[in-house]
């Protein structure tokens, strides 16, 4: 979603205030007025217990700690690829929604590259997984490729009468979901072929058809939310042919591999343990108390003394689905 690649950075003005300081030496003003002034120790006490100068200080570790370590695994040009993709969906409004979100153009780039700094350690954490024991569980999980059709409607009402028409002795399928599906298959009549590793078809979808016998058409309708726009649709399907599933697994290995990798990149405990992993291995210290919990959702830090004392305990990873 996009609202996941623009983040507000608006405090970002807090974090170069606050480096600029550290890098001169001195507490600089950085506002003057009658009778008095402001200055960058002023403002950093001010705002360092702020949830969201907390988050872009999280952010900058994360950054340091994975360009330190992953730096050379991604190049400028992956990241003007990514940025351009980007510019290219919002069109016109690109230029709004970067000031909207407190970044630039060079600050978006750097997100998107730290974003990708991230995505390349998971993978090569992901690759450890691949052990016969994750092969065989991907295998049992499995269902080879059948071939369906597939109505999609968000009127329920219509779809239950669109249903009926469906499971009617002779019924033409194609011909109703060419004329009622709001799905892109319509124009060939609803048809999909997929296995059970397939992410353009809804995993409700899947089960309902892979449950069904060849030539059968799904009882009842098969209701999905969109997690983007929190609305229903609904599905009525069809099997026509599935493929016989060979009993070794390794007649499959390829697939349960890309499988196997794809879980893993979207597991968010998984995710959590590899920038855990990192942070631990570059023996992250927080010297100040006020951001001793910055970490938290990664590791687990001392005491506010020990902390001070640039001391970390054991890090432990914590196990929520954030």
Not at 46 to 65: G, H, P, R, T, W
Not at 112 to 127: C, Q
Not at 129 to 153: H, W
């Amino acid at each position: 979603m996009k609202t996941k690649k623009i983040i507000a950075g608006a405090v970002t003005l807090f974090a170069a205030a606050t480096l600029a300081a550290c890098s001169n030496g001195a507490d600089k003003d950085i506002i003057s007025m009658k009778g008095g002034t402001i200055t960058v120790s002023e403002f950093y006490k001010e705002v360092k217990s702020n949830s969201a100068a907390q988050q872009v200080l999280l952010q900058m570790v994360i950054k340091d700690v994975f360009e330190a370590k992953y730096g050379s695994k991604v190049t400028d040009k992956e990241v003007d690829e990514a940025y351009n993709k980007m510019a290219k969906q919002y069109g016109d409004n690109f230029a709004q929604a970067l000031s909207s979100a407190g970044l630039t153009k060079e600050t978006y780039k750097a997100q998107i590259r730290t974003n990708k700094l991230v995505e390349y350690a998971v993978a090569e954490a992901a690759k450890k997984e691949l052990t016969d024991e994750a092969y065989k569980a991907a295998y049992e999980n499995y269902t080879p490729e059948v071939t369906a059709q597939i109505i999609k409607m968000t009127d329920e009402t219509k779809a239950k009468e669109v249903l009926a028409s469906a499971q009617a002795e002779g019924a033409d399928f194609a011909k109703l979901a060419k004329e009622n599906s709001t799905d892109d298959t319509a124009k060939d009549g609803g048809k999909v072929t997929f296995d059970s590793t397939s992410t353009t078809i809804p995993a409700e979808v899947q089960t309902a058809i892979f449950a069904l016998d060849e030539g059968q058409v799904g009882a009842a309708l098969v209701p999905v939310v969109d997690m983007s726009t929190y609305t229903s649709n609904y599905y009525i399907v069809k099997l026509n042919t599935k493929t016989k599933k060979s009993d070794n697994w390794k007649d499959y290995k390829k697939v349960l591999k890309e499988a196997i990798l794809t879980a893993k990149q979207n597991d968010s405990t998984f995710i959590t343990n590899v920038i855990s992993k990192a942070l631990q291995d570059a023996n992250v210290k927080v010297k100040d108390e006020a951001f001793q919990n910055i970490l938290s959702q990664y590791i687990t830090t001392g005491s506010s003394s020990s902390t001070d004392q640039g001391t970390t305990e054991t890090a432990t990873t914590e196990k929520s689905d954030k």
